[in-house]
């Protein structure tokens, strides 16, 4: 059993991370009297309320049996209640294994605390299941060996494509949360918040006479994920204020669903403060060039997160990164046109990379030039132009075979795990083409 506490301590006060940090070791650790916390992905919070466990989140469907099997022996008895920190699938998608848990040891059926807008974002996760299982085997499959740093997000099974997105098992939200709401189990009360940040359907939950807040993912020990490309809106300024809101609040135990929990008032203080300000410095800078006519090109090259702040151990870009957010700070505010005329109705991008291809002598021409590009450190450029080439000759295995190289030569070059995975997955494109070529 690790001693989660001390590490946390240890990396915050020293500003380094020497290991991993968003750990996935299925282990269950004992953190206050009462309270554990089962790393996965994402982590299972549990507190011994006297009339069974209260749990927030169930992790994910791969792991969601392993975890209910660490929390019987530490507590056997039935789960009170399970709540839900928001939708998304490594939070519910182990749900099924904590409701079959209380069936088969007569315990009767789970209770399950959640936001109101949860269940519309089942309703959503059902009607694009293929859409969804496809934008996360992009963003999760074929990078974790590469990963350095964040080789400790993965899965803890690993695991491939399940056949589905939302587990047909997930149990719904049977007690739902406005705004707010406060109960008491056990003798202890118990406040549910809302908070708009990663999701519109996320709570907080604060334990006054504790001192306790079990955060979700508004604390995940990386730069705030506020910008994912494949995703739905994100709202970095609303997670800012929550986090405010949290401060306010003076907790003494910080209990996140991706990372190490955080003891100490000015601890938990500080690492707040700093991703909060973090984001409200985004959205200023993003906003004041918006305000002052600039186009989303020259925000995205300009807007910069200081670089001694994402060095933080809690604010690296392992996972999205803030190019992205300053992308989704735009779209909150400004729409999806990103003000170049010619991309309000563009042409195709097979035209596009036909006309560019006869101008420049051959698409084997724009993607020898791109090589070179690429080589010479300019992956930007040079994928701009691989991808002209491969559009103009989209079945051609050389050219398609040099577009395969400049992707993964990006793919290396990145830090975070979702520019990884996009950028495989375009080597993989290329590289399916050359395989078909070959096999013909």
Same mark, same amino acid.
């Given at each position: %059993?690790?001693?989660?506490? $001390?590490l946390?301590?240890?990396?915050?006060d020293?500003? /380094?991370?020497?290991?991993?940090v968003n750990?996935?070791?299925?282990?269950?650790?004992?953190?206050? =009297?009462g309270? $554990?916390m089962?790393e996965?992905f994402? !982590?299972?919070v549990?507190?011994?309320?006297?009339?069974?466990?209260?749990?927030?989140?169930?992790?994910?469907?791969?792991s969601?049996a392993? +975890? /209910?099997?660490?929390?019987?022996?530490?507590?056997?008895?039935?789960?009170?209640?399970?709540?839900?920190?928001?939708?998304h699938?490594?939070?519910?998608?182990?749900?099924?294994? @904590?409701?079959?848990?209380?069936?088969?040891?007569?315990?009767?059926?789970?209770r399950?605390?959640? !936001?109101?807008?949860?269940?519309?974002?089942? =309703?959503?996760?059902?009607?694009?299941?293929a859409w969804?299982?496809? +934008?996360?085997?992009?963003?999760?499959?074929?990078?974790?060996?590469?990963?350095? %740093?964040?080789? =400790?997000?993965?899965?803890?099974?690993?695991?491939?494509?399940?056949?589905? @997105?939302?587990?047909?098992?997930?149990?719904? #939200?049977?007690?739902? #949360?406005?705004?707010?709401?406060?109960?008491?189990?056990g003798?202890?009360? #118990?406040?549910?918040?809302?908070?708009?940040?990663?999701?519109?359907?996320?709570?907080?939950?604060?334990?006054?006479?504790?001192?306790?807040?079990?955060?979700? *993912?508004?604390v995940?020990?990386?730069?705030?994920?506020?910008?994912?490309?494949q995703?739905?809106?994100?709202?970095p300024?609303?997670?800012a204020?929550?986090?405010?809101?949290?401060?306010?609040?003076?907790?003494?135990?910080?209990?996140? $669903?991706?990372?190490?929990?955080?003891?100490?008032?000015?601890?938990i203080a500080?690492?707040?403060?700093?991703?909060?300000?973090?984001?409200?410095?985004?959205?200023?800078?993003?906003?004041?060039?918006m305000?002052s006519?600039?186009?989303?090109?020259? +925000?995205?090259?300009?807007?910069?997160?200081?670089a001694?702040?994402?060095?933080?151990p809690?604010?690296?870009?392992?996972? *999205?990164?803030?190019? @992205?957010?300053?992308?989704?700070?735009?779209?909150?505010?400004?729409?999806?046109w990103d003000?170049?005329?010619?991309?309000?109705?563009p042409a195709? =991008?097979a035209?596009?990379?036909t006309?560019?291809?006869?101008l420049?002598?051959?698409a084997?021409?724009l993607?020898?030039?791109?090589?070179?590009?690429?080589?010479?450190?300019?992956?930007?450029?040079?994928?701009?132009?691989?991808? @002209?080439a491969?559009?103009?000759?989209?079945?051609?295995?050389?050219? !398609?075979?040099?577009?395969?190289? +400049?992707?993964? %030569?990006?793919?290396?070059?990145?830090?975070?795990? %979702? $520019?990884?995975?996009?950028?495989?997955?375009a080597?993989?494109?290329?590289?399916?083409? /050359?395989?078909?070529?070959?096999?013909?």
């Amino acid at each position: %059993m690790a001693d989660l506490l $001390a590490l946390s301590a240890k990396v915050v006060d020293s500003g /380094v991370a020497d290991g991993p940090v968003n750990r996935t070791t299925g282990e269950l650790s004992e953190v206050a =009297d009462g309270l $554990a916390m089962v790393e996965s992905f994402s !982590h299972t919070v549990a507190w011994d309320s006297g009339e069974g466990l209260v749990c927030f989140d169930a992790s994910h469907y791969n792991s969601g049996a392993q +975890i /209910v099997s660490e929390l019987a022996r530490w507590r056997p008895g039935p789960v009170h209640t399970l709540v839900y920190t928001h939708g998304h699938i490594d939070h519910v998608g182990g749900s099924g294994a @904590f409701a079959a848990h209380n069936r088969d040891n007569g315990h009767g059926d789970l209770r399950v605390v959640g !936001h109101e807008n949860v269940q519309r974002r089942f =309703d959503r996760y059902r009607a694009t299941d293929a859409w969804n299982q496809l +934008i996360n085997a992009r963003q999760f499959g074929g990078v974790r060996d590469d990963l350095g %740093m964040v080789n =400790d997000l993965r899965p803890a099974s690993g695991g491939g494509r399940l056949g589905f @997105f939302l587990p047909p098992d997930t149990v719904d #939200v049977g007690v739902t #949360v406005g705004d707010f709401r406060s109960e008491t189990i056990g003798g202890t009360v #118990v406040e549910y918040h809302h908070g708009k940040g990663e999701t519109d359907d996320h709570l907080w939950t604060w334990f006054p006479e504790k001192k306790w807040v079990a955060t979700g *993912d508004f604390v995940i020990w990386n730069f705030p994920n506020a910008g994912n490309p494949q995703k739905v809106q994100r709202w970095p300024i609303e997670w800012a204020a929550t986090l405010r809101r949290i401060i306010a609040k003076e907790p003494e135990l910080l209990l996140p $669903a991706h990372g190490l929990p955080i003891a100490g008032r000015e601890r938990i203080a500080r690492v707040l403060d700093e991703i909060a300000t973090a984001l409200e410095n985004l959205v200023r800078d993003v906003l004041g060039m918006m305000n002052s006519g600039a186009t989303l090109d020259e +925000i995205v090259h300009t807007v910069r997160v200081p670089a001694d702040t994402l060095a933080k151990p809690y604010l690296r870009p392992l996972y *999205d990164e803030p190019e @992205f957010v300053v992308r989704g700070v735009w779209r909150q505010f400004g729409g999806w046109w990103d003000g170049a005329p010619s991309r309000l109705k563009p042409a195709r =991008d097979a035209q596009v990379g036909t006309e560019l291809a006869a101008l420049a002598g051959g698409a084997d021409v724009l993607v020898r030039r791109a090589h070179e590009i690429a080589l010479a450190g300019d992956l930007r450029l040079a994928c701009h132009l691989a991808d @002209f080439a491969g559009w103009a000759e989209p079945s051609d295995p050389e050219i !398609h075979e040099t577009r395969a190289a +400049i992707y993964e %030569m990006r793919r290396k070059a990145e830090s975070s795990l %979702m $520019a990884k995975g996009i950028f495989k997955g375009a080597a993989r494109e290329s590289e399916a083409v /050359v395989k078909r070529a070959q096999e013909s």
